[in-house]
């Protein structure tokens, strides 16, 4: 809570709420003012679907790209092509 003002929460203690809500660390009493203030609040609603798209859409590109293989470098082959191109 905000020390100014115990009654009211700071804009970090939201984020950090919002995010612990997204990844779900959050403990039960966290977890009911993080939904309190989602539902109250359109900033921090906004704030909390915006994380989670993002996270969702990051969680699908990794997963994506973990279907790749990623090809073995040589570097003394990139070294030679380097020289052969001088």
Same mark, same amino acid.
């Given at each position: 809570m !905000? ?6 929460? !700071?804009? $970090? ?11 779900? $660390?959050?403990?039960?009493? +966290?977890?009911? %003012?993080? @939904? @309190? %203030?989602?539902?109250?609040?359109? &900033?921090?609603? /906004?704030?909390? &679907? /915006?994380?989670?798209?993002t ?5 699908? &590109?990794?997963? $994506?790209? *973990?279907?790749? #293989? /990623?090809? +073995?470098? #040589?570097?003394? &082959?990139?070294?030679?092509? *380097? +020289?052969? !191109? $001088?």
């Amino acid at each position: 809570m !905000s020390e100014n003002n115990p009654g009211e929460i !700071s804009c $970090e203690e939201i984020i950090d709420i919002i995010n612990d809500m997204v990844d779900n $660390e959050i403990d039960d009493e +966290k977890l009911a %003012l993080a @939904k @309190k %203030l989602v539902d109250e609040n359109p &900033q921090c609603c /906004t704030l909390y &679907q /915006t994380l989670l798209k993002t996270v969702e859409l990051y969680r699908k &590109q990794r997963d $994506e790209m *973990a279907a790749f #293989r /990623t090809p +073995k470098l #040589r570097w003394d &082959q990139i070294m030679e092509k *380097a +020289k052969e !191109s $001088e």
